[in-house]
Nanobody, 123 residues
């Protein structure tokens, strides 16, 4: 079955960095666009970044542009989210997701989801 497993979350001080990874199995990874979303308690899941199947196209939310970078390695079936200059407002559970028809910012477009990894940024 399809599995998306996130890792790399944790506790970091403001201004610090983390790299999230999402290992994918059970589908042809190189045919899927991939996205990262995040969610805090009581709020809707929000778009963070997405990348095309080839890695040639990316899209980042305005709130993270210039600080976060999405990338992928199709030889390892893994998508990454490099997060620099972290802020307390970046605290959330981060989810990766796979989309068969592009690399959009709407969560409704995504077919498969991981279980999430917690990122906590202390001030």
């Amino acid at each position: 079955q399809v599995q998306l497993v996130e890792s790399g979350g944790g506790l970091v001080q403001a201004g610090g960095s983390l790299r999230l990874s999402c290992a994918v199995s059970g589908l042809t990874f190189s045919r899927y666009g991939m996205g990262w979303f995040r969610q805090t308690a009581g709020k809707e899941r929000e778009f963070v970044a997405a990348i095309s199947w080839s890695g040639g196209g990316t899209n980042h939310a305005p709130s993270v542009k210039g600080r976060f970078t999405i990338s992928r390695d199709n030889t390892k079936n893994t998508v990454y989210l490099r997060m620099n200059s972290l802020k307390p407002e970046d605290t959330a559970v981060y989810y990766c997701a796979a989309e068969s028809s592009g690399y959009g910012s709407s969560r409704q477009r995504y077919d498969y989801w991981g279980q999430g990894t917690q990122v906590t940024v202390s001030s």
